[in-house]
């Protein structure tokens, strides 16, 4: 379970994504190719993007190169979804490249350790290769993710009406209670369905809520406590249809 400790302070700086961030949802759109867990609920986007990577180059290097860096595990790097692509993609692909080399480091040597990285990740400490990646997402996003674009702004603004309407009726005690799946706010924590057991402090810096399309079953935060803290939620509340 992830708890998230609120201060006063920090009730008066939620914020909520105005539009899709698109490094998240690369990332976990690159999830729902790995597994078949609710493929049911992006059966349509699942089969047109297999017909434009399967027997594709673009495909092979999904295969090769981002599978072994976003996997669907319990972690992957930080750097490869910073808060500035909520400004768009071309200021997300900027923030990649940008990533001091230390940074890089570190983050891929806690992917070896907690899931187990190929040797060539070693390099993305160099701009080059970083390059060589961000193009690779950038063809990607273009490909299945970018074609999709308004049904996933619809659902986003959707689910901010539907916050905005709890804040107004019910201040913000009720936006948090009614976030969904697998939150419950107890004054003053949020208690998370999670991968791992934590607790995020955030001290007064607030809390950046981004609801995501491609996102499923659990939230997902940033590993390091010191970015911004942000907490990431599946839009998809049904269970499966008959």
């Keep these: 379970m992830l708890r998230i400790h609120f201060t006063t302070e920090d009730l008066t700086r939620i914020r909520i994504a105005r539009t899709p961030d698109p490094l998240w949802e690369t990332a976990f759109s690159l999830h729902r190719l790995q597994s078949t867990r609710g493929r049911w609920a992006f059966a349509e986007w699942h089969r047109t993007a297999r017909l434009k990577l399967i027997g594709t180059p673009l495909g092979t290097a999904v295969r090769k190169v981002l599978f072994q860096v976003v996997p669907r595990a319990r ?39 907690v899931v187990g990285a ?85 001290d007064g810096r607030g809390l950046r809520l981004v609801p995501s399309y491609f996102c499923w079953h659990r939230a997902v935060a940033f590993a390091d406590p010191a970015l911004e803290p942000t907490l990431l939620y599946p839009l998809h509340r049904d269970g499966a249809p008959e």
């Design 75 to 113: 972690y992957f790097p930080d750097f490869l979804t910073p808060p500035e692509a909520e400004d768009g993609l071309d200021a997300g692909c900027t923030a990649i490249l940008d990533t001091p080399p230390d940074r890089v480091r570190r983050e891929v040597e806690t992917l070896a350790r």
């Design 118 to 202: 190929p040797a060539w990740a070693a390099r993305l400490t160099e701009r080059r290769s970083r390059e060589e990646l961000v193009s690779t997402l950038r063809a990607y996003h273009s490909a299945v993710i970018a074609p999709h674009h308004d049904r996933v702004r619809a659902r986003i603004d959707g689910e901010r009406a539907v916050l905005g309407r709890s804040v107004l009726d019910d201040g913000l005690d009720g936006l948090l209670a009614g976030l969904k799946p697998g939150m419950h706010w107890r004054p003053p924590v949020l208690e998370v369905d999670y991968a791992e057991d934590r607790d995020m402090h955030l």
